[in-house]
């Protein structure tokens, strides 16, 4: 697994879930003020903290402004904030000016917009407020462009969580439901230089659609030869070896020699451990989450015709 080269040397590497949920759950109980939490895409960084937090805090998304932001810890003043996504936010100079206000080490913190006061007066905000509210960044890439950067870091815990593909899925076990496409992936977490996810839920969309959901795990993690081979081995309408064989030199995609090399590769050192899932049935949709109309509509009342 290829480590991030993006964070400070000082940044705290977790690899287990375990250790990402002490700090989360420290954070939601109120003993962290300010939590960075970054790693690669699609390992549940996000899902941890939504999971410890509840609906009690301001879930503010990646493309917000620092302008959005400001106007957002005003009316969430007091209340814990995620800024979620916030992998370019470190670069915007009005973005991490504002970051180190709301990342202060005091309980009560000062917090101040010097532009844009029209808009401020319209919105009835004030060009300066306190708050005491507790900040969480997450997201994929962070780096110490300056020293506001580097002075925010210092404000908080930064974490880098970097999970070993097999710590993906046996966390994946605790909420997925469909015990082929997760034997699938277990016989081929040995081929994935980074695992994610969402490549259950990408496999399972596909699965539901009538399409080949073995190709769409396997192209997540191969190309060129070994790719062709794997999705033969994986093709089930094929009775045997030397049928596979015969395609893949029919394909044009090499000799009956290159079939096989490639095929001792993609084979795994050792073989794991079945896990069994717990669930057989996909989650409940949850109730989405209020559109920004919504809330519009909750603070002024009827807007327009609606």
Known sequence: MTKSQSLPAHALRLTTYSELEQYVRA??????????????????????????????????????????????????????????????????????????????????????????????????????????????LVGNDWRTLNADVAALEDRGHLLLFEPAPLEVHRQAAYWFWDQEIFDFIAGHLHLMAQHSLRTYCHAWELKQAGLDWRQGVLCRCLTGVALAVAKLKANPNFASEAERVRA????????????????????????????????????????????????????????GNG
Not at 32 to 46: Q, Y
Not at 56 to 74: E, M
Not at 92 to 114: F, H, M, N, P, Y
Not at 260 to 275: C, E, G, T, V, Y
């Open 248 to 303: 893949f030199v029919r394909s044009g995609a090499g000799c009956r020699a290159s079939y096989f090399r490639h095929a001792k590769k993609l084979q795994p050192a050792a073989r794991s451990q079945k896990i069994m899932l717990a669930q057989a049935t996909p989650p409940v949709n949850e109730v989405p989450p209020r559109s920004h109309l919504d809330q519009l509509r909750r603070r002024f009342g009827r807007l």
């Open 27 to 136: 954070f939601a109980a109120g003993h962290l003020n300010l939590l960075m939490i970054f790693g690669p895409p699609g390992v549940g960084k996000s899902r941890s903290v939504r999971q410890a937090i509840g609906s009690q805090a301001c879930w503010i998304g990646g493309q917000a402004t620092p302008f959005g932001i400001y106007l957002q810890a005003y009316e969430h003043r007091h209340e814990p904030i995620v800024l979620d996504d916030v992998d370019c936010l470190y670069a915007d100079r009005l973005g991490i000016r504002l970051l180190k206000a709301l990342g202060q080490t005091e309980g009560t913190k000062k917090v101040s917009w010097q532009t844009a006061a029209p808009a401020l007066k319209k919105c009835g905000i004030p060009r300066q407020f306190t708050t005491t509210s507790r900040v969480a």
